[in-house]
């Protein structure tokens, strides 16, 4: 079964950015779906941005639209989720998961990574 591990969490203040990365172990990952989602503390995972597995199609929480990125590169087995003009409350972990197709619904992803902790400072 594929693994996921996701890279590039870190501290930044409001306003900054950051680049995450899922990078899988094996090359058929390049047939799924891939999203982000989230989860602060005391709270549910929430879905953040989703892509097919060919890129072309993307989905983003409202949110989130115009300030993060979701890209991925199958030659790499990575997906990408850019985060710019960073808020407060963007702070959470952020895991990337794989599914047979792009959807918000949490359920259709069965192969998560461990997270990678996002803070941004006010």
């Known amino acids: 079964q594929v693994q996921l591990v996701e890279s590039g969490g870190g501290l930044v203040q409001a306003g900054g950015a950051l680049r995450l990365s899922c990078t899988a172990s094996?090359?058929?990952?390049?047939?799924?779906?891939v999203a982000w989602f989230r989860q602060a503390p005391g709270k549910e995972r929430l879905f953040v941005a989703g892509?097919?597995?060919?890129?072309?199609?993307?989905e983003y929480t409202n949110s989130v639209k115009g300030r993060f990125t979701i890209s991925r590169d199958n030659g790499k087995n990575s997906v990408y989720l850019q985060l710019n003009n960073l808020k407060p409350e963007d702070t959470a972990v952020y895991y990337c998961?794989?599914?047979?197709?792009?959807?918000?619904?949490?359920?259709?992803?069965?192969?998560w990574g461990q997270g990678t902790q996002v803070t941004v400072s006010s």
């Open positions: 998961a794989t599914g047979s197709f792009r959807s918000r619904d949490i359920t259709v992803y069965n192969v």
């Open positions: 094996e090359r058929t990952f390049s047939n799924y779906a």
């Open positions: 892509v097919n597995w060919s890129g072309r199609d993307t």
